[in-house]
């Protein structure tokens, strides 16, 4: 193994937001890093398309909780702030139930309530009890998020055993909320955000309720420039620290020594280094670049054997206008939304009514289109690749599908409106993207594939490897992805004594 105790280096395969948070913070304590990415940029799913004078995230358009990114910019000698302007947005979105009723999310929580009141007055008088159990909640897991979970001695820690009133592992999300708010759409109001984990609020655990309270807490923020706009951001506070990044230049190969991996090869070559950091997929990272007789517990056929979260079918539209009266964010909750639900979790089949999410992002962020002209970002939840859907035969008919519901928000006349046109199936993920069956927010968040279960933050089954982006501890969705960044730096940092 090549081994520099003054200065160790360390490659990492990825750009994504992961692959970046760890780059900073190996930097910012003098270690030599090194990143390869496959794509041309940075930024990996958390990126941008360009289509003509068009800009669009690429996935990405919540951005919560920038107090975590912020502690990351401060080790690395930056500010975000100054990197990059964040506007926090009230109403946070708009949530409009096809039947009824539309309600503007706001923080402002006396406004709220009045906002519940239109689904039910008594569920609005509970609407301060649940955030504030939300708040004591999102305190007792904070350690436990930010802890690794390597070893049987993580889980005696206090911290644990402190969490545990506010885990609930036995109750899913919509269960926990039965005990505030009686009008199943009311709970759906604070629980759709499991969808952020590609999960439904009927399987997804308890614990998650805090992804509500910490958009009502700590605000919901668009990144001006979309946030794609803070990975590039991230990549230039790297590079002034000294990471060199090899753009185009995929890691084809590991190099082994017995089980202890000593550097990769790609285009250009071998690159040797002290430690590894895997941001690209976990899943398919394993079937790619990892021989089967070297691993035991995610061999391609235990991988195959885990369940994975939803995939996406992305609409990315520049349109002649603006819908000025449209917010920032909206989510259309499909009248039945639990059969949607089941279409993509259990059955694997395409809805007839799907429910969708439209982000129009040049309300708040013009900068994303010309002058009299704006994006429509559109995202529908589907099955993750499955037998039972053929993209090639259903596509198009799909897309008119998804056209069609935007009238239901007033958008009847997109089809004369739009300039430019970018669609994304679920194969598309996995082929372009290199994401394990399109399955954009990686192995699913039950409880059975968290913490401990879930792919560890120092890989257990290779010496020398960290993980690093949603495929690991403690999961999908920016905040915590820079948190396994964190959490895999610093015990990368002990081990080669930096
Ligand atoms: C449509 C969509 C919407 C989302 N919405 C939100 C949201 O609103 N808010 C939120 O917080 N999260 C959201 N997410 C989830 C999540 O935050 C992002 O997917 C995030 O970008 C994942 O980060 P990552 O670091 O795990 O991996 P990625 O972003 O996928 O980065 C991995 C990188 O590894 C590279 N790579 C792969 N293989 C190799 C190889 N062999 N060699 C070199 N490089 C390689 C890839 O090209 C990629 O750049 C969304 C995701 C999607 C897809």
Redesign the pocket.
């Known amino acids: 193994m090549e081994s520099n105790k003054q200065q160790p280096k360390v490659i990492i395969?990825?750009?994504?937001?992961?692959?970046?948070?760890s780059a900073m913070l190996l930097a910012a304590k003098g270690v030599k890093v090194e990143v390869?990415?496959?794509?041309s940029r940075?930024?990996?799913?958390?990126?941008y398309l360009v289509d003509g004078d068009f800009k669009f995230?690429?996935?990405?358009?919540?951005?919560?909780y920038p107090q975590l990114l912020e502690e990351i910019f401060k080790e690395a000698g930056a500010n975000l702030a100054d990197e990059v302007e964040m506007v926090r947005l009230d109403p946070q979105y708009r949530l409009f139930f096809e039947g009824g009723p539309t309600l503007d999310a706001t923080p402002d929580l006396d406004q709220m309530e009045k906002e519940v009141a239109k689904i039910s007055v008594e569920d609005s008088k509970r609407v301060k009890d649940f955030m504030k159990e939300n708040a004591w909640k999102l305190e007792k897991l904070r350690p436990v998020l930010q802890q690794p979970f390597n070893n049987l001695s993580d889980f005696v820690k206090p911290s644990l055993f402190k969490a545990l009133p506010a885990v609930r592992p036995w109750a899913s999300l919509d269960q926990d909320l039965k005990r505030f708010f009686k009008d199943p759409r009311t709970r759906l109001a604070f629980s759709f955000q499991s969808k952020?984990l590609g999960m439904s609020p009927y399987r997804c655990p308890s614990l998650f309720s805090i992804l509500s309270g910490l958009e009502y807490q700590y605000g919901v923020y668009h990144p001006i420039g979309g946030?794609a706009a803070v990975?590039e951001a991230m990549a230039r506070v790297a590079k002034r620290m000294g990471v060199k990044f090899h753009l185009e230049?995929?890691?084809?190969e590991l190099i082994f020594e017995g089980r202890r991996v000593t550097g990769i090869k790609?285009k250009t070559g071998e690159h040797k280094a002290d430690a590894l950091f895997i941001?690209?997929?976990f899943a398919?990272?394993m079937s790619?670049?990892v021989p089967d007789h070297l691993l035991s517990r995610w061999t391609k056929a235990e991988v195959d054997d885990k369940q994975f979260s939803c995939s996406?079918f992305?609409l990315y539209l520049g349109i002649d206008g603006i819908y000025k009266d449209l917010p920032h964010h909206t989510i259309v909750m499909s009248e039945d939304y639990q059969g949607n639900l089941d279409d993509i979790e259990n059955q694997h089949r395409l809805s007839d009514t799907p429910s969708y999410y439209v982000q129009n992002a040049c309300v708040t962020d013009p900068s994303l289109a010309p002058e009299g002209k704006s994006t429509l970002y559109i995202?529908l939840p589907v099955t993750h690749q499955h037998e039972n859907v053929n993209w090639e035969a259903e596509a198009s008919k799909f897309r008119d599908l998804a056209l069609d519901r935007l009238s239901l928000i007033g958008l009847g006349d997109v089809r004369e409106r739009i300039e430019s046109e970018t669609m994304?199936t679920p194969d598309d993920?996995d082929s372009k993207?290199?994401?394990h069956r399109g399955a954009?927010?990686?192995l699913a968040h039950n409880i059975g594939q968290l913490l401990h279960n879930r792919p560890r933050n120092r890989f257990e089954e290779l010496d020398g490897v960290y993980l690093?982006?949603?495929?690991t501890h403690p999961g999908?969705?920016?905040?915590?992805?820079y948190e396994?960044?964190r959490i895999s730096a610093n015990l990368a940092l002990r081990d080669l004594s930096a």
């Open positions: 395969a990825g750009a994504g937001p992961g692959g970046l948070a390869f990415e496959r794509l940075v930024g990996g799913r958390t990126s995230d690429t996935g990405p358009t919540f951005f919560l952020y946030c990975s230049e995929p890691v084809d790609t941001n690209a997929d398919r990272a790619r670049l996406t992305m995202l994304i993920w993207y290199e994401i954009v927010f990686n690093t982006g949603g495929g999908s969705g920016l905040p915590v992805i396994s960044a």
